[in-house]
């Protein structure tokens, strides 16, 4: 037969061996034991979380020792009737109503425990819930996980597929890259070769130009001096003969010898028979500055060449042309801009002449080119315009040749340009005439719409440089 543990001695190893009880509760009763010192029956009954129900077996088999409140008050009775007391009946009495308090908490301890242990099951019932849901729930975490888990090795080994596609694609690109990279090089390097050939040639054939040109402008200088002596003795033959036949008329209608000839008044015989003898000047047009200076200055110097006008004359013709802004610049210059007809002129031409440097024209000659909705004979008309502003004293066939020049070069024919080139045309109008007789063949031969087809670089090079060829 097991020995009897007395609950309020036991130990902890001794507790948690009894039947029933085990380390949680063992832990349990020592913690009430050490704050009430000491325990009953009625004490082990209302602990939390272990069931009243197995201390009575436990008493009953001698297996636990544990003093109850009943058996006291039941010795305490059994002491009192044994001992003479001569209060005893009202000893008695108050033992009963004692025993009747103790039996009412009694009552009141055993419902508060049915209450707890029915409370203890109700949690026991949630709690088990719980933990059936947390291991649902778990269950379901697992197979989130393991979902979680396949989707992510089934990501990463996409990654890594789309990495080494991508790494192989670079590579090759970088390959295409570089083989690109070293063509553009080299038709960069032809492109600059064939650039300085031309910067070579253009500067060869512009010094040749400059020879050229100042050849013919000694030429021209040395032409204009004997034109200019010619012209004058020419005036003055002139002005002597209409004096012979002014003398001879007044000889014919007068006696002899009645007008003579003398030096003193040949200057007014002569004045009195150019104003005489030459027609009236026409009505000159008017200069307001809002056009460029330049066409009428030409139209003017042309008149008073032909009316053979002297500076003053022409200072005065000039100022009663002026109007508006002409007028007013005229108003706002010096006193001797004013009285000076060559310098008043000067500063006429600064103020409207808009037009840029002749070496700056020249640049936008070498460098123009014909517009896509611009016509051959527009084309033709602007550079003409240019040229005659970048070359304003230079002969006319040295201007052709620079006016051809640039034409055949900026137009968008090439091929028509070569053909135009081979014919060696002398003047700008036969150039526009070539050219568009080329252009015209060209469509009876190609089609009106020519095919489209890819040029490369090299054909463009080879194209510019044929004509680039032909111009020198």
Same mark, same amino acid.
């Given at each position: *037969?097991?020995?009897?543990?007395?609950?309020?001695?036991?130990?902890?190893?001794?507790?948690?061996?009894?039947?029933?009880?085990?380390?949680?509760?063992?832990?349990?009763?020592?913690?009430?034991?050490?704050?009430?010192?000491?325990?009953?029956?009625?004490?082990?009954?209302?602990?939390?979380?272990?069931?009243?129900?197995?201390?009575?077996?436990?008493?009953?088999?001698?297996?636990?020792?544990?003093?109850?409140?009943?058996?006291?008050?039941?010795?305490?009775?059994?002491?009192?009737?044994?001992?003479?007391?001569?209060?005893?009946?009202?000893?008695?009495?108050?033992?009963?109503?004692?025993?009747?308090?103790?039996?009412?908490?009694?009552?009141?301890?055993?419902?508060?425990?049915?209450?707890?242990?029915?409370?203890?099951?109700?949690?026991?019932?949630?709690?088990?819930?719980?933990?059936?849901?947390?291991?649902?729930?778990?269950?379901?975490?697992?197979?989130?996980?393991?979902?979680?888990?396949?989707?992510?090795?089934?990501?990463?080994?996409?990654?890594?597929? *789309?990495?080494? *596609?991508?790494?192989?694609?670079?590579?090759?690109?970088?390959?295409?890259?570089?083989?690109?990279?070293?063509?553009?090089?080299?038709?960069?390097?032809?492109?600059?070769?064939?650039?300085?050939?031309?910067?070579?040639?253009?500067?060869?054939?512009?010094?040749?130009?400059?020879?050229?040109?100042?050849?013919? *402008?000694?030429?021209?200088?040395?032409?204009?001096?004997?034109?200019?002596?010619?012209?004058?003795?020419l005036k003055q033959m002139k002005v002597e003969r209409e004096h012979k036949e002014y003398i001879s008329n007044i000889n014919r209608l007068a006696p002899q010898n009645i007008y003579s000839n003398t030096s003193e008044r040949g200057e007014d015989i002569r004045s009195h028979a150019r104003t005489t003898h030459s027609p009236a000047p026409p009505k000159l047009s008017t200069y307001d500055g809002k056009t460029e200076w330049k066409p009428y200055y030409i139209q003017f110097n042309h008149i008073t060449?032909?009316?053979?006008?002297?500076?003053?004359?022409?200072?005065?013709?000039?100022?009663?042309?002026?109007?508006?802004?002409?007028?007013?610049?005229?108003?706002?210059?010096?006193?001797?801009?004013?009285?000076?007809?060559?310098?008043?002129?000067?500063?006429?031409?600064?103020?409207?002449?808009?037009?840029?440097?002749?070496?700056?024209?020249?640049?936008?000659?070498?460098?123009?080119?014909?517009?896509?909705?611009?016509?051959?004979?527009?084309?033709?008309?602007?550079?003409?315009?240019?040229?005659?502003?970048?070359?304003?004293?230079?002969?006319?066939?040295?201007?052709?040749?620079?006016?051809?020049?640039?034409?055949?070069?900026?137009?968008?024919?090439?091929?028509?340009?070569?053909?135009?080139?081979?014919?060696?045309?002398?003047?700008?109008?036969?150039?526009?005439?070539?050219?568009?007789?080329?252009?015209?063949?060209?469509?009876?031969?190609?089609?009106?719409?020519?095919?489209?087809?890819?040029?490369?670089?090299?054909?463009?090079?080879?194209?510019?440089?044929?004509?680039?060829?032909?111009?020198?």
């Open positions: *037969m097991a020995t009897p543990i007395n609950i309020n001695t036991a130990t902890y190893d001794l507790l948690k061996n009894i039947k029933n009880i085990g380390d949680k509760r063992a832990k349990k009763i020592i913690e009430i034991r050490d704050i009430k010192g000491r325990l009953t029956l009625e004490d082990l009954k209302i602990i939390p979380n272990i069931p009243s129900s197995i201390w009575d077996p436990l008493v009953e088999e001698g297996l636990v020792i544990v003093p109850s409140t009943l058996r006291k008050s039941q010795e305490l009775e059994t002491r009192t009737e044994n001992v003479p007391n001569p209060n005893i009946s009202q000893t008695n009495k108050e033992l009963q109503q004692k025993i009747e308090c103790l039996e009412r908490e009694m009552l009141l301890k055993e419902q508060m425990i049915k209450e707890r242990e029915s409370l203890i099951t109700e949690r026991e019932k949630e709690i088990q819930e719980k933990d059936l849901t947390i291991n649902t729930k778990q269950e379901e975490l697992s197979l989130l996980q393991k979902s979680l888990k396949a989707n992510r090795e089934k990501d990463d080994k996409m990654f890594e597929e *789309m990495s080494s *596609m991508i790494s192989m694609r670079e590579h090759d690109m970088s390959e295409k890259m570089a083989v690109r990279e070293r063509e553009l090089d080299e038709q960069l390097q032809k492109f600059v070769e064939q650039k300085e050939k031309l910067r070579i040639l253009e500067e060869k054939e512009s010094a040749e130009r400059e020879e050229i040109f100042r050849s013919r *402008m000694r030429e021209i200088a040395e032409r204009e001096k004997e034109l200019e002596k010619r012209e004058k003795d060449q032909k009316y053979m006008w002297n500076d003053r004359e022409k200072l005065d013709r000039l100022i009663e042309c002026l109007r508006e802004k002409a007028l007013k610049f005229f108003s706002s210059r010096p006193e001797n801009v004013q009285k000076d007809f060559k310098l008043l002129c000067q500063k006429l031409r600064e103020r409207f002449d808009k037009k840029d440097q002749p070496h700056i024209i020249r640049r936008q000659l070498q460098e123009i080119q014909q517009n896509t909705e611009e016509t051959i004979e527009e084309f033709a008309e602007r550079i003409e315009e240019l040229s005659t502003e970048a070359y304003p004293d230079t002969p006319d066939f040295f201007r052709n040749t620079i006016t051809i020049d640039a034409f055949l070069r900026g137009c968008t024919e090439k091929r028509a340009a070569l053909v135009t080139l081979d014919k060696d045309p002398k003047t700008l109008d036969e150039a526009v005439q070539y050219l568009k007789g080329a252009i015209t063949n060209q469509k009876l031969i190609m089609g009106s719409k020519r095919d489209v087809r890819r040029v490369t670089f090299e054909e463009g090079d080879n194209l510019n440089a044929e004509v680039t060829s032909k111009f020198s």
